[in-house]
């Protein structure tokens, strides 16, 4: 049986880098795409292709329909349309909403909401006409759900991948394309871990499983979602975030207590 082949938007770093690693090593020869960071795509590579993996990946701004055209042209020439898209591209500012840039907003929603749709319609439309079957995963977070203050653009985004990834599911799901999405807790990575002084610790404090998560928890439920034992799966949210986002502010306990 010929390799699967998945994309993975931005797997240059954090949670896309351990997506990519984790599909080479379970099989997947993998095209990933970046933004701003060559050298870390470069050993995203690395790792891949040591895995086992044969690997593609370029420079595609997701949000940007001509870079998603031409990317896609170049999957296609290499390999055909993927069994797999992972949506994982994502960026995150952070401005009071009296006090956010119009730019952020753009950048924002282009890039995490925009990116998405760009993506999955282009993988989609391979598919169908092709007539094969297909998986796309979503990234979404806890703000899928819940809203985050000074997070408001990407608060907007991660609500509108929850729908977005509903509608993809029911549009798509005649034409045996599953769409899911993964809403990760607070993982660790160096952007997370620069956003607070001690980020494990206070997560974890308030996660009720008493952890931080890894990236490697995030791949593997993509690996699962991507997997025959998720067939009848699709239209729906998985929380990774070791139930930090399902308990309430409750009045009579302190998170964490
Ligand atoms: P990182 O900043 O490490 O990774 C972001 C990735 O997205 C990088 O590969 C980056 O590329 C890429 N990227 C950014 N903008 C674009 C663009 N316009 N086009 C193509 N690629 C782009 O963060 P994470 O690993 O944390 O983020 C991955 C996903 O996980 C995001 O969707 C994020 O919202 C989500 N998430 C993360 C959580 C966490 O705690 N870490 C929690 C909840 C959700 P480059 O390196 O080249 O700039």
Same mark, same amino acid.
């Given at each position: ?9 931005? !797997? ?38 040591? $895995? ?5 990946? /370029?420079?595609?701004?997701? !949000? ?30 952070? /401005? ?27 993988? $989609? ?16 977070? #806890?703000?899928?759900?819940? $809203? ?34 993964? /809403? ?9 871990? $620069? ?17 931080? #998560? ?27 975030? !070791? !139930? ?11 998170? #964490?207590?």
């Amino acid at each position: 049986m010929s390799r699967r082949l998945a994309v993975v938007t931005g !797997g240059s770093t954090g949670i896309g880098r351990a997506i990519v690693n984790t599909l080479a090593r379970e099989g997947w020869d993998v095209a990933f795409s970046y933004i701003s960071r060559p050298h870390e795509a470069e050993q995203t590579a690395t790792s891949a292709r040591a $895995a086992g993996a044969d690997v593609l990946f /370029a420079q595609c701004d997701v !949000g940007i329909k001509a870079d998603v055209d031409a990317f896609y042209d170049r999957v296609a020439a290499w390999r055909g349309a993927p069994d797999l898209l992972v949506n994982n591209a994502g960026v995150q500012t952070w /401005a009071p909403l009296l006090e956010l840039e119009e730019d952020s907003w753009d950048r924002v929603i282009r890039t995490n909401l925009k990116g998405c749709f760009l993506n999955t319609q282009n993988v $989609a439309r391979r598919l169908v006409s092709a007539g094969k079957p297909g998986a796309i995963v979503n990234i979404g977070s #806890g703000c899928n759900k819940l $809203a985050f203050p000074r997070l408001v653009d990407y608060t907007a985004s991660k609500g509108g991948i929850e729908q977005f990834t509903k509608v993809a599911a029911i549009e798509l799901g005649p034409h045996a394309i599953r769409v899911n999405c993964v /809403a990760p807790g607070a993982i660790e990575i160096e952007r997370t871990q $620069a956003e607070a002084g001690d980020y494990a610790g206070t997560w974890s404090a308030i996660t009720p499983l008493r952890r931080i #998560g890894q990236t490697q928890d995030v791949a593997d439920v993509v690996l699962y979602l991507a997997s025959p034992g998720a067939s009848f799966i699709t239209g729906q949210t998985l929380w990774v975030d !070791g !139930g930090v986002f399902t308990q309430a502010n409750w009045p009579y306990e302190k998170p #964490g207590a």
